[in-house]
């Protein structure tokens, strides 16, 4: 990519970025970023936080709509719109609350990043250009300097070197990370009929591989069941190619949410203030001997 390349992708992210969300690959997006949430589970202060909350636990349904709308209306409006720096204000306004360290803050904008192109290399009905990556990563840093994290790579490869480094440093089995894990498993499950759950449980963790298996305490899918998974969304993809391409944007934000029956307010989206802040646990893995735990 020359120079006037890169600087023409950073100046659209926004745009190339909606595009790929909503229009390109709106299933998948939403697909790929339900499975980065599993990827924070496994890090043990961010686990050990939402754990702390008790929100996925005690709401799971609100949790996930209301994180859902927040980053949607970032996306679908941009980072710089009106309602876009709303999103970004509230995101603060409830992260602000709590301690967090900034490279936990790094991981969490990382996984929004990676995950959907691995994703898509793995599921997409066609691979993203190097534009749309590249696209993909300025959004996403852009959004990271509006929440003022700190020493954001400005290399995607760099960026991939530290996503990386951070799991080989702190993903750990604790019995924080397991609950989250578990309950938001559980969630995505409830959306099926009660039949067809343990299905729906073992194609999650069929989707997810054998380190963030390990460190939530999950046990692997099935061979056949994750055979079959993959060669489902290949399929799929297969299929998709051969179909008319999307022309209207699929916007999240519009979908129904049954705690939002009237619609929403962003400045409302969230748990109410607690009486006392929830803190990070310290470093290292505080449940270090649940590393033999079995899934329940």
């Known amino acids: ?9 950073r100046r659209d992210c926004q745009t190339i970025a909606r595009r790929l969300a909503t229009i390109t690959f709106p299933w998948d997006t939403t697909r790929a970023l339900e499975l980065a949430l599993f990827r924070t589970f496994a890090a043990a202060r961010i686990g050990g936080l939402l754990h702390a909350s008790g ?49 936990d803050f790094l991981y969490v904008l990382s996984s929004f990043v990676f995950e959907p192109i691995r994703w898509n290399a793995r ?36 960026f991939a070197r530290f996503s990386r480094q951070y799991e080989a440093d702190n993903f750990c089995c604790t019995a924080a990370s397991q609950s989250v894990a578990l309950a938001t498993r559980e969630l995505f499950a409830a959306w099926f009929p009660a039949l067809l759950r343990p299905l729906v449980r073992n194609s999650i963790h069929a989707l997810l591989d054998p380190p963030l298996l390990a460190a939530l305490a999950l046990r692997p899918a099935p061979p056949w069941l994750a055979w079959l998974a993959e060669a489902t969304l290949r399929t799929r993809a297969r299929l998709l190619r051969w179909l008319p391409k999307r022309r209207q ?40 001997g649940l590393n033999g735990a079995t899934e329940r």
């Open 55 to 103: 929100e996925f636990e005690r709401r799971p349904q609100k949790r996930y709509d209301d994180t859902d709308l927040l980053v949607s209306e970032i996306i679908e409006n941009g980072c710089d719109s009106p309602r876009g720096a709303q999103a970004i204000a509230r995101i603060n306004v409830l992260h602000g609350r709590f301690r967090i360290a900034n490279e």
């Open 123 to 158: 599921f997409g009905w066609r691979l993203m250009t190097e534009t749309e990556t590249l696209a993909w990563f300025w959004f996403w840093r852009q959004v990271g300097e509006r929440m003022s994290i700190r020493d954001i790579p400005e290399d995607y490869e760099e």
């Open 249 to 288: 944007a699929k916007l999240r934000t519009q979908v129904p949410r049954p705690d939002y029956p009237g619609g929403y307010q962003i400045e409302s989206l969230g748990p109410p203030p607690a009486a006392r802040a929830a803190e990070t646990p310290g470093p290292g893995c505080p449940f270090s």
């Open 1 to 9: 990519m020359t120079p006037k390349q890169e600087a023409d992708t």
